[in-house]
């Protein structure tokens, strides 16, 4: 692994069901992100973590939940998946200093029917 | 809330200049991001500014104006693989990312 990856590159769900959004990364560091990107509306922060063991709500948190078990990795769960998270998801990390460039994975491709 | 306002779409030449407003109002102001993204990758970083001025790298520069809530991206003889979009984002008061919707440049030959 060199960076940070993504898990599925894509996946068609159907509504009501649970979906977990994998996200590992391998540059030990402290901080990590899940931002969603629409058409016009640009990246939008779901959830945060500062460092391992916590977690924080972004600008639309609403229906995702994080975990941080752990420094490597940090996925997404969508309890129960509705149309309008129908997104691609960006992962992302940084050592945790907000002047430092966040790195970007690759996305996830979603789509709720 | 946050405000981040840039053009939807700007299209130049091969060769050209072609400059990328960004201008913003937030809670607070910690820092100002400019990142590249190439159509269906991720953002990858190209320039990072705090203090007003402009900041060279290469044929890319990034200015900064804290007093007028205002940025621009300046891209310099432009290449076809400069075709992408570009976004500006500030970190606020909760040192968190907000981002602008992006503008997408297209380079024509």
């Known amino acids: 692994i060199a960076g940070i990856t993504q898990a599925p590159t894509s996946q068609i769900l159907a509504a009501g069901r649970r979906m977990t959004l994998r996200c590992t990364q391998d540059?030990?560091?402290?901080?990590m992100y899940w931002y969603r990107q629409d058409l016009g509306l640009g990246l939008r922060l779901i959830h945060y973590?500062?460092?391992?063991?916590?977690?924080g709500k972004g600008e639309v948190p609403d229906g995702y939940s994080v975990s941080r078990a752990n420094t490597d990795d940090f996925p997404l769960t969508l309890a129960s998946a509705v149309p309008s998270q129908t997104s691609v998801y960006f992962c992302?990390?940084?050592?945790?200093?907000?002047?430092?460039?966040?790195?970007f994975g690759p996305g996830t491709r979603l789509t709720v029917l | 809330g946050q405000n981040i306002d840039q053009p939807t779409e700007m299209t130049a030449t091969e060769g050209a200049i072609v400059q990328i407003n960004c201008t913003y109002q937030?809670?607070?102001?910690?820092?100002l991001f400019w990142y590249q993204q190439h159509a269906g990758e991720a953002p990858t970083f190209l320039s990072y500014?705090?203090?007003?001025g402009l900041e060279e790298k290469g044929r890319f520069s990034s200015f900064l104006s804290r007093s007028k809530g205002y940025s621009y991206l300046l891209l310099k003889e432009l290449q076809m693989k400069d075709s992408a979009s570009y976004l500006c984002?500030?970190?606020?008061?909760?040192?968190?990312?907000?981002f602008g919707a992006g503008t997408t440049v297209t380079v024509r030959a």
């Open positions: 992302a990390s940084s050592d945790g200093d907000p002047h430092n460039e966040q790195f």
């Open positions: 540059m030990r560091h402290n901080a």
């Open positions: 973590s500062n460092t391992a063991g916590t977690t």
């Open positions: 937030t809670s607070g102001f910690n820092g």
């Open positions: 500014n705090v203090l007003d």
């Open positions: 984002a500030v970190v606020d008061n909760d040192y968190k990312l907000s």
